[in-house]
């Protein structure tokens, strides 16, 4: 499967912005749908993540009450809304899959097997 990576851009404190991750090839396969970022100097982290069975999700503290994960399954799309961004959500955002992973806590990047490329989304008034 091959994931796309889109909806970053430059936002001042407090605003929102909405990333899409758009899946094609053998997208079937596909269940869990993580995001990843990753700022600089620091190690990728894994944010959120939404499993096509059953709809559930997961999100590190830091983002909770913050972004939002959800998908569309026609489209094979998943989106993060992100609202009320802070400086410290700087960083390249990445998306990732996998067709066995069923996603309920804490995430490694190790255990998705594809990867979009990232998007970058900067919070600076």
């Known amino acids: 499967v091959q994931l796309q990576a889109s909806g970053g851009g430059l936002v001042q404190p407090g605003g929102s912005l909405r990333l899409s991750c758009a899946a094609s090839?053998?997208?079937?396969?596909?269940?869990?749908v993580g995001w990843f970022r990753q700022a600089p100097g620091k190690e990728r982290e894994g944010i959120s993540c939404i499993n096509r069975s059953d709809g559930s999700t997961y999100y590190i503290d830091s983002v909770k009450g913050r972004f939002t994960i959800s998908r569309d399954n026609a489209k094979n799309t998943v989106y993060l809304q992100m609202n009320n961004l802070q400086s410290e959500d700087t960083a390249v955002y990445y998306c990732?899959?996998?067709?066995?992973?069923?996603?309920?806590?804490?995430?490694?990047?190790?255990?998705?097997?594809?990867w979009g490329q990232g998007t970058q989304v900067t919070v600076s008034s």
């Open positions: 990732a899959a996998d067709a066995m992973l069923y996603c309920e806590g804490s995430l490694s990047a190790a255990d998705f097997t594809s």
């Open positions: 090839g053998s997208t079937f396969g596909v269940h869990a």
